[in-house]
């Protein structure tokens, strides 16, 4: 995470999805910003492979229209950066396993007698976790794991076993520094902002920690439904799509101890202490719900019990924590998309002020912001203007837009940077196998026997139980500052 040369080595990027939604929506638009920002290699070839079959100038327009789709539209002006964007691309459909991986490596052979040398091999996962075992053994059989890094989607696995499974599968084929487990919160701007907000500074860590934090929240609501991924979210649900895979490793960076280094191993290392101290989840700390109208929606079962809502309360036993509730939420088709973390601070005494205007329920509250305008807010109390002593909220707020704006460096969004970060060979902002094994350990008990689901509103903040959860105390959003 510290100086670099930005311009990673020469590679063949071979996305297997290539085709598909998060291709789509995601992977082609972030290589394109990486492109027209020069950070790219000097010379890649991306390969997209999918069992469709497709030209190699389709596959342009179809990165094209990925683009428009996903606002990015090629301009007149960026027409000639797109032709030598389109250029570095290709596509090879049909099947790739260890039985068949022919098609693969002859079209990564052709690339690299094309480039000349010995360019990195980064291979990107854009498929379901039942074909992360399959491919991988495809990449081995073919001999492509030399020089490999292979970027995996979650949910890397979809429990305690099935992980265990599939971890063994890939280690049989690639080494643990080949291996590049992506959870695309991890690259945010403020979640990075973090690591620098505490200990580059000397007014946040000293109280960061439960002598001082009442409770800490991170929520994840989100205003959309499921869609057309149905079929996906049938198979995983709220808590193995969003709790396990990314707000836990949110939590992790909150509440690390002083890594001796930035460097992925001391890094990784301190997110497993926080893992290893977490509790494990109680069904009564948790709360699923299910939107009305979700039964409807095509390849849903009329009958299905999915959670696309969960509220958890969870604690970390160590000696930073110890005591300090901690609060998680997400959920589709609720009333705002919002990703925040929240640490509100305990209540001084305050009698003095009880005739003042003051809120016996008030908290001061730091608040990041991972979504939109990025950045942090401060909210504390403070004397009203005029004559008389009245208590008001108020705030102060760190935005990446306005305090750095142009100058501020190149902005990369998260799966710009962990792209960039993969075909550097940087693995600070990806995960490590024993860090997500325990987290599946974490939710054993609600997997093997889950709580009730709930229905709620579409447009509402979730199951009233949800509030239940967390009383005394309320759910905080970042306007809600009087709370």
Same mark, same amino acid.
């Given at each position: 995470?510290?100086? @670099? ?8 990027? %071979? ?7 998060? /291709? ?14 020069? *950070? ?35 301009? /007149? ?11 570095? *691309?290709? &596509? ?31 291979? #990107? ?38 992980? /265990? ?62 869609? =057309? @991924?149905?079929?996906? &979210?049938? =198979? ?10 990314? *707000? ?11 890594? %001796? ?19 494990? +989840? ?8 299910? &939107?009305?109208? #979700? ?39 609720? $009333? ?47 004397? @009203? ?5 009245? *208590?008001?909220? $108020?705030?102060?707020?760190?935005? &990446? ?10 902005? +990369? ?39 009730? %689901? ?11 139980? $949800? ?17």
């Amino acid at each position: 995470m510290g100086d @670099r040369d930005l311009t990673p080595p020469d590679a063949v990027i %071979v996305l297997f999805g290539g085709n598909g939604d998060l /291709a789509r929506r995601k992977l082609i638009p972030s290589l394109w910003d990486l492109h027209r920002a020069g *950070l790219m290699p000097e010379q890649w070839v991306l390969i997209g492979a999918s069992r469709s079959d497709m030209a190699d100038e389709a596959y342009g327009e179809f990165a094209r229209e990925a683009l428009a789709e996903f606002d990015r539209e090629v301009s /007149a002006d960026d027409e000639d950066a797109f032709t030598g964007f389109a250029s570095h *691309l290709r &596509y090879r459909g049909g099947g790739f396993d260890a039985d068949d991986p022919s098609r693969i490596a002859d079209a990564v052979a052709e690339a690299e007698q094309e480039m000349g040398g010995e360019p990195t091999r980064l291979f #990107y996962l854009a498929v379901p976790p039942s074909a992360f075992g399959p491919i991988t053994e495809g990449i081995g059989a073919a001999g492509l794991d030399q020089r490999a890094r292979v970027v995996f989607e979650k949910p890397f696995g979809t429990d305690a076993e099935s992980f /265990a499974e599939l971890d063994d599968t890939v280690r049989s084929v690639l080494t643990e520094e080949q291996i590049y487990r992506i959870d695309h919160f991890l690259g945010k701007e403020t979640l990075q902002n973090v690591l620098a907000l505490r200990f580059a500074n000397g007014m946040f860590e000293p109280v960061w920690n439960r002598q001082h934090i009442d409770h800490i929240q991170i929520d994840s609501p989100e205003s959309i439904d499921i869609g =057309s @991924r149905a079929s996906f &979210y049938e =198979s995983t649900g709220a808590l193995r799509d969003m709790v396990v895979t990314h *707000l836990f490793q949110v939590l992790s960076i909150i509440a690390l101890e002083p890594p %001796v280094s930035l460097d992925p191993s001391p890094l990784m290392d301190e997110k497993r202490k926080v893992f290893e101290s977490m509790s494990t +989840l109680r069904c009564e700390d948790v709360v699923f719900g299910q &939107y009305k109208g #979700y039964t409807e929606s095509e390849g849903v079962a009329a009958d299905s019990t999915t959670e696309t809502f969960v509220a958890a309360r969870i604690e970390i036993d160590n000696w930073r924590w110890a005591g300090v509730p901690i609060y998680l939420r997400t959920g589709k088709a609720m $009333a705002e998309k919002r990703q925040t973390m929240t640490l509100a601070f305990k209540r001084p005494p305050r009698q003095m002020f009880a005739a003042h205007g003051l809120r016996a329920d008030a908290h001061d509250h730091l608040t990041l912001d991972m979504a939109g305008d990025q950045g942090v807010t401060v909210s504390f109390l403070a004397k @009203r203007p005029g004559p008389r002593l009245r *208590l008001g909220q $108020a705030s102060m707020r760190f935005s &990446y837009e306005q305090d750095f704006g142009a100058t501020g460096g190149v902005q +990369l969004d998260a799966y710009e940077r962990l792209l960039h970060d993969a075909l550097l060979g940087d693995r600070t902002l990806f995960t490590r196998a024993d860090g997500i094994g325990r987290t599946w350990e974490l939710v054993k008990p609600i997997l093997e026997r889950p709580p009730r %689901v709930l229905p709620y509103a579409r447009g509402s903040w979730g199951p009233e139980a $949800a509030t239940e959860l967390i009383a005394p105390r309320t759910w905080h959003l970042p306007e809600d500052h009087e709370h």
